[in-house]
């Protein structure tokens, strides 16, 4: 017994003493970021959260097998915490048990059915590695660039604690020291195998094993705080000062610590994005911190999958290394600290606080950036804000707003952003659109329908329901005029008054805040939600999922606050109120359709059903889903301003989209953005170059079709 309690004890004194000098540096790390505010965490929701996302595990459960086999790891660990406290305690008293429960044979069959589960999760997750194995997978594996050899060793560690565990515990019951009567079912089966031994030898293996069962645990702990499986601790804590419901939606405005800046008054401290690792706040450390590598965002990635260098899980390790090895120059002061206080500070950390944060890199062999900048422009800019990395990431990272904020700091303090931005900015700036053209030509749209658009002057009438939003798209981009045509001739049909702003509209600037220029988002947003609040609108319909989402979901951070719905949510309601009712076959036969969810609408405000239910609608069409679709839709590759950028890197985004639309053998893509309607047209145009037009594959308006098959009818 003395042999045990000494070496128990002091192999935890010294497992205690590495891991609390670890969690204090890591406590102190955070501590270098910037104070966030509006973090504190809502008691209802995050309860909820932390319910949802990690005890149920819901994220993890959306891929059924790896899913169910960390569900069961992640419950075993909590279950198996009890064998600790039974460990701990037969240090000193050898048929130890919990007071009231320690018994039970339910308690006891519970530890070894998880003790089980864990062994069989151990041997999916291996199946899984070996098949996902990114040196003959390359790219495609998701585990691409992720520290293999330390996943490797963890999985080893957890082998030894559930073996060890029921060695130990099969001892135990040979010599009379267990204290569950029955229930312990993979135990007793140890015990068996034990029992030909006799009783002195397995009391030698009952103090053997405990010792090796806590040396293990206390090993795992170690590791645990030096490597990627942190996220055992840092998920819930991550989880609970998330954004909720996710960090999607609406970008936050810019902060400068916890006030929000004032663009027409800006403090002389404030920091405009973020600049270098410390502009981040402790949450953007926590997140980086909390990565546990599993790919799933990268796997998804619309960058990254077609040959990009962008991958956030790469983009969110590299920031985490270099945070972590520029974190002893921090702490010595950093930037304005005397030579004497940075006199002990590594070689190493003084070279890392060098690398500029964004900046050309020099890359290693897995796609990380090892030298140089720490985020490659490429990297940067590449970035689409699908959301995709968002909407996977099982511990809550927020990736979007980590680029969008370093694109901040590029665009507003640097000056450095792709040239083709320039024209951009200048015609958003100077027009109100980003293709520069008059806004006296914004009602063109308008001139070719049988009927007259109300446009509104002053006041928003009475008998007026709905503010047509029309966009800059819809007013000038020739396919996108004919949806905004179609939704007007719709509403017309089913009897609903509407009226639009005309010229009093400018751009709602998702491009401009997306691609970092917030000061010209700002700009542009202040303007129409002062001309909104003018006329006094309530209701607003519109065809743009990014101008839907930004008056929906960025407007009220201005003071603009109104109902916002999308034409397919507005028309689905309109077809299942009978106002409008399809009966013709569109194109007057059977056709087999596919629909592609933009992201702004689909992932970014989970609008699923509508456009489906309305396609579904429509006699005479099918609806085929393509592989990747609803919250695993894949982008068009216009999104996060990119649809005025050139993309000269690997394989184009709307060409890797509109083949997988193709393949699903449908006649027709239906959409329900402009954006995505520019990019899937032309992916067409390059994917079936060659054929007769009439022969390639069209690309509608989900609004059309419904105005084909009902315009028929009357
Ligand atoms: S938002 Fe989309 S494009 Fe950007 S990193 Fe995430 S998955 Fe990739
Ligand atoms: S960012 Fe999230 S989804 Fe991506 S690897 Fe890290 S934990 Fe996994």
């Known amino acids: 017994m003395v042999i045990r309690v000494v070496l128990g004890l002091l192999l935890t004194i010294a497992a205690g003493l590495i891991v609390g000098r670890r969690l204090l540096t890591l406590y102190r790390i955070a501590r270098t970021g910037q104070p966030v505010g509006g973090r504190t965490p809502d008691p209802r929701t995050a309860a909820q959260a932390e319910a ?63 003790a089980v589960a864990v062994l069989v999760a151990l041997a999916t997750f291996t199946a899984i590695r070996v098949k996902n194995n990114p040196k003959t997978e390359g790219r495609r594996s998701r585990f691409f660039g992720s520290h293999t050899g330390a996943a490797w060793l963890v999985l080893f560690m957890i082998f030894n604690v559930v073996w060890t565990l029921l060695v130990y515990r099969g001892a135990q019951i040979n010599t009379g020291n267990f204290p569950y009567s029955s229930g312990a079912f993979a135990s007793e089966f140890v015990a068996r195998l034990l029992a030909p031994l006799g009783t002195s030898a397995n009391d030698v293996i009952e103090t053997v094993a405990l010792l090796l069962n806590l040396a293990v645990i206390l090993g795992f702990l170690v590791l645990v705080v030096y490597s990627k499986h942190l996220h055992i601790f840092l998920a819930p804590l991550n989880i609970l000062f998330s954004r909720r419901p996710n960090a999607l939606g609406p970008l936050l405005p810019m902060y400068s610590g916890t006030t929000p800046i004032n663009f027409e008054d800006p403090g002389e401290d404030d920091i405009f994005g973020r600049g270098k690792i ?130 901040r700091y590029q665009v507003m303090i640097e000056s450095e952003f792709p040239a083709e931005l320039n024209g951009l900015f200048k015609n958003l700036e100077t027009k109100g659109n980003p293709w520069g053209m008059n806004a006296s030509a914004r009602m063109d749209w308008a001139a070719e329908l049988p009927f007259e658009v109300r446009v509104v002057d002053g006041a928003i009438p009475d008998d007026v329901e ?147 239910e309305l396609v579904g609608a429509l006699p005479g069409l099918t609806l085929t889903e393509m592989p990747r679709n609803a919250e695993r839709g894949f982008c068009c590759g216009a999104g996060g301003a990119r649809m005025w950028m050139e993309e000269k890197i690997g394989k184009r985004v709307n060409t890797e989209r509109t083949e997988e639309a193709i393949a699903t053998g449908a006649s027709a893509i239906a959409v329900g953005c402009p954006f995505c309607r520019v990019m899937i047209s032309d992916g067409v145009g390059s994917v079936q170059q060659g054929m007769e037009a009439a022969d390639q594959v069209q690309v509608l308006d989900v609004a059309q079709l419904l105005l084909q098959s009902v315009t028929r009818s009357h």
């Open 52 to 114: 949802v996302e990690v005890l149920g595990q819901r994220k993890l459960l959306t891929w059924s097998l790896p899913g169910a086999a960390h569900f069961f790891t992640f419950w075993g660990f909590n279950v198996l915490a009890l064998t600790i406290i039974e460990a701990y305690g037969a240090l000193f008293v050898r048929d130890f048990h919990i007071p009231i429960i320690g018994a039970w044979p339910v308690v006891g069959f519970l530890e070894d059915f998880f």
């Open 466 to 612: 709905w503010l047509f939003w029309v966009g800059c798209a819809g007013a000038y981009e020739d396919r996108a005029k004919k949806t905004t045509q179609a939704v007007a001739e719709l509403l017309h049909l089913a009897g609903v008054s509407f009226a639009v702003l005309g010229e009093g509209e400018t751009c709602t600037g998702d491009s401009a805040r997306r691609s970092g220029n917030e000061f010209l988002f700002q700009m542009l947003a202040q303007q129409n939600v002062e001309v909104l609040n003018e006329v006094g609108a309530k209701k607003i319909v519109a065809t743009c999922a990014h101008c839907f989402n930004t008056l929906k979901n960025e407007y009220p951070q201005l003071g603009g606050t109104f109902e916002v719905v999308h034409h397919t949510q507005l028309l689905n309601r309109l077809v299942r109120e009978k106002k409008l009712t399809p009966v013709s076959p569109v194109d007057g036969g059977q056709r087999t359709i596919t629909y592609h969810d933009p992201c702004y609408l689909g992932r970014h405000n989970k609008v699923y059903s509508p456009p489906r």
């Open 278 to 407: 410390e502009d981040f706040t402790w949450k953007g450390i926590l997140d980086f911190a909390t990565c546990t590598e599993c790919g799933r965002c990268q796997s998804q990635c619309p960058a990254w999958n077609t040959g990009k260098p962008l991958s956030p899980k790469l983009l969110i390790m590299g920031l985490r290394d270099h945070a972590f090895a520029k974190a002893p120059y921090l702490l010595a002061g950093g930037e304005g600290a005397d030579e004497a206080a940075l006199a002990g500070v590594p070689d190493a950390a003084k070279a890392e606080a060098q690398r500029p944060l964004v900046g050309t890199s020099e890359w290693g062999e897995h796609g990380e950036a090892v030298g140089g900048g720490v985020v490659d422009p490429d990297v940067l800019w590449s970035c689409t804000t699908c959301g995709a990395c968002v909407e996977q990431c099982p511990v809550d990272i927020e990736h979007i707003d980590h680029i969008v904020d370093m694109r």
